[in-house]
């Protein structure tokens, strides 16, 4: 599946800056750019699900520990 990405002009710009540090094409960076995020959120939500399960779990013990 293909998809058009519309920058702004600044956020090319820096596209163009950051692929050329890295000897790689624009296209590549962007991708890498957004395997990254997608790594990033999933890592926080799989974070914020465990500490939701240990908040509920050891509710009690977490309320005492409070006192």
């Given at each position: 599946m293909?998809?058009?990405?519309?920058?702004?002009d600044?956020e090319?710009?820096?596209?163009?800056?950051?692929?050329a540090?890295?000897?790689?094409?624009?296209?590549?960076?962007?991708?890498?750019?957004?395997?990254?995020?997608?790594?990033?959120?999933?890592?926080?939500?799989?974070?914020?699900?465990?500490?939701d399960?240990?908040?509920?779990?050891?509710?009690?013990?977490?309320?005492?520990?409070?006192?």
């Amino acid at each position: 599946m293909a998809m058009t990405l519309r920058l702004t002009d600044e956020e090319q710009d820096a596209l163009k800056a950051c692929a050329a540090d890295y000897g790689i094409s624009m296209q590549d960076a962007a991708r890498q750019a957004i395997r990254e995020y997608i790594i990033r959120v999933d890592h926080r939500s799989r974070v914020s699900g465990a500490a939701d399960l240990i908040m509920s779990v050891h509710a009690d013990a977490i309320e005492r520990l409070g006192q």
